[in-house]
């Protein structure tokens, strides 16, 4: 097993090797060796600029078969917010739970829900007791998974601290097929997918039908990077405008701080202190983009094994901050 000791030598060794600026030199040996000795990785791309510089697949099932992106679904649903926006069906991210979807929400839901806005459940950022953790068995269980969200108890203000919590972005989620009248599969294809050439295959849904806002979606990693370069060139795919630019622009403003790995939270997309935005799924799926050093990354991983911030995940972020980084 290559243990965290031999992982930071390797580390030490990518920084310290030469980095090559041409688009025709071969992707960073540093970043491979590096790669190659995580266990749990099974894919890695880092486009920077327009040349592709690294874009492999030491494991699993490669770069064009979808894979579970776990919880970076949350970005893409936040993603979609800004799409709802731009198109009047939502007027603002101030808009509250009640005027969007009244009808998602039951008779003894907790006092205040009909309160919540928009930017409350794209931050997690609602109050309500979280689904996730511990708790997500008992959640996803259940016969309604929006009545069970909006029956949970305050924990906190709407608006205050972060609650990372699924059944955050699954309301989220939701609330915009109700405000679009489209499910959020629609309007993944048709405001992500078709504009950059990618497909989005059907994934989970609730008891009641809505597809699963903030889980189990799945794309190729092809597909990530795509999101990524967009999320870089600021709401832009190959010219094309996908999500405004002034969406993107508003969701790497912090608004929150993970309680867990201590990064900062915009509408969505965790941002570190190197200058990435990044969604991240369990396992250490991850779409990041550097705007400042004009990088575009993604990394797919074993979804069953837990990527904690102490752990797996503070690797990838070593990874990123160090060889990936000193690419730029």
């Not at 989620?173 to 950059?196: C, F, I, K, N, Y």
């Not at 797919?300 to 503070?314: K, L, M």
Request: charged share 20%.
């Amino acid at each position: 097993m290559f243990t965290r000791r031999a992982f930071s030598a390797c580390l030490s060794g990518s920084l310290a090797a030469p980095f090559v600026s041409s688009a025709s030199a071969q992707p960073a040996v540093g970043v491979m060796e590096v790669a190659e000795s995580l266990s749990q990785l099974h894919s890695i791309q880092v486009r920077r600029g327009d040349d592709l510089v690294i874009a492999e697949a030491p494991r699993g099932p490669g770069l064009n078969r979808a894979a579970n992106i776990k919880s970076c679904a949350k970005s893409i649903v936040a993603l979609l917010l800004g799409a709802a926006i731009e198109r009047t069906e939502i007027t603002d991210v101030t808009t509250r739970l009640g005027t969007v979807a009244p009808a998602l929400i039951p008779a003894d839901a907790t006092e205040g829900v009909a309160d919540i806005t928009m930017e409350d459940l794209v931050t997690l950022r609602a109050g309500l007791e979280r689904t996730s953790g511990s708790n997500y068995g008992a959640w996803v269980s259940s016969r309604d998974w929006i009545a069970y969200v909006l029956t949970r108890p305050m924990v906190a203000q709407p608006g205050g601290r972060m609650l990372y919590s699924t059944g955050s972005s699954h309301l989220l989620g939701a609330a915009l097929a109700v405000a679009s009248g489209q499910s959020l599969l629609t309007q993944a294809r048709e405001r992500l997918g078709d504009p950059m050439g990618f497909d989005i295959p059907p994934w989970t849904r609730d008891p009641r039908g809505y597809y699963m806002g903030g889980n189990e979606m799945a794309l190729s990693p092809a597909a990530m990077l795509k999101l990524a370069v967009m999320l870089r060139d600021g709401g832009r795919f190959d010219g094309r405008a996908v999500i405004p630019d002034s969406w993107i622009r508003a969701s790497l403003v912090p608004r929150a701080r993970s309680p867990f790995s201590g990064l900062r939270y915009g509408y969505g997309w965790f941002l570190s202190r190197s200058g990435y935005a990044l969604a991240r799924g369990y396992g250490g799926q991850i779409i990041a983009a550097h705007a400042a050093r004009g990088l575009a990354v993604t990394i797919t991983s074993d979804p069953t094994e837990p990527a904690r911030s102490g752990g797996y995940f503070g690797d990838l972020m070593r990874l990123l901050d160090g060889p990936v980084l000193a690419m730029a």
